[in-house]
């Protein structure tokens, strides 16, 4: 079994019913250990004007290899940002540390991924 932290952000008018939808996908592809919940926080990186995210930290136990678990995750966002036909990310899913390797330094030095990270609760 391995370990992943994924953080889950979206900016769309339903943020937090996507970014919640996005969870429970994320629970089918192994157990959820840990889980911020729901926060806003304000857009990083972004050109002026970008609407607000709704971010969630979540930690899964999963028996998936990290290309597979990428995928699946990849292939679900995709979904969403054509169903959703806003302007804005309708969900976005990384995988930031896989079994303790870091696979996204700016993801991981983030104001939202600390954040996350400081309400990680134990499931």
Do not use: W
């Amino acid at each position: 079994m391995s370990t992943a932290t994924l953080c889950i952000g979206a900016n769309v008018a339903d943020k937090e019913e996507q970014v919640a939808k996005a969870c429970r996908f994320v629970a089918t592809l192994g157990t959820v250990v840990a889980d911020s919940g729901c926060f806003p926080t304000p857009p990083e990186g972004c050109p002026a004007g970008t609407e607000p995210y709704a971010n969630r930290v979540v930690v899964l136990r999963t028996g998936l290899e990290h290309s597979r678990l990428r995928a699946l995750t990849k292939e679900y966002q995709d979904r969403c940002r054509e169903a959703s036909g806003e302007a804005g990310v309708a969900i976005d899913i990384d995988i930031v540390v896989f079994d303790d390797l870091v696979l996204r330094p700016a993801d991981a030095a983030s104001g939202y991924f600390r954040a996350g990270m400081a309400a990680l609760r134990q499931i």
